[in-house]
């Protein structure tokens, strides 16, 4: 709902074990919602090995700024 906004901000992690303890401190109170998009590692390009995350990046970004 427009009138209920929610502070929003993007976190990058690497590796599974800063995944879950970066998780573990969002969700300490249990009242945060965290959402979560995996993206292959990039490269000094600024690319990502994985094709898929490279076409889909730009969408995920214009969305990101429209929630």
């Known amino acids: 709902a427009k009138g209920s ?3 929003m901000e ?3 992690v690497s590796g599974y074990e800063a995944f879950r303890k ?3 401190k969002l969700t300490q109170n249990g ?3 965290v959402n979560v998009y995996f ?3 990039k490269d000094e390009t600024d690319k990502s090995w994985c094709p898929d995350c ?3 990046e ?3 970004d ?3 700024l429209h929630l």
């Open 58 to 60: 730009l969408l995920v």
């Open 31 to 33: 009242s945060s919602q």
């Open 5 to 7: 906004e929610a502070e």
């Open 54 to 56: 490279n076409e889909g």
């Open 39 to 41: 993206t292959g590692e």
């Open 22 to 24: 970066t998780v573990d």
């Open 62 to 64: 214009m969305l990101y």
């Open 10 to 12: 993007i976190l990058k």
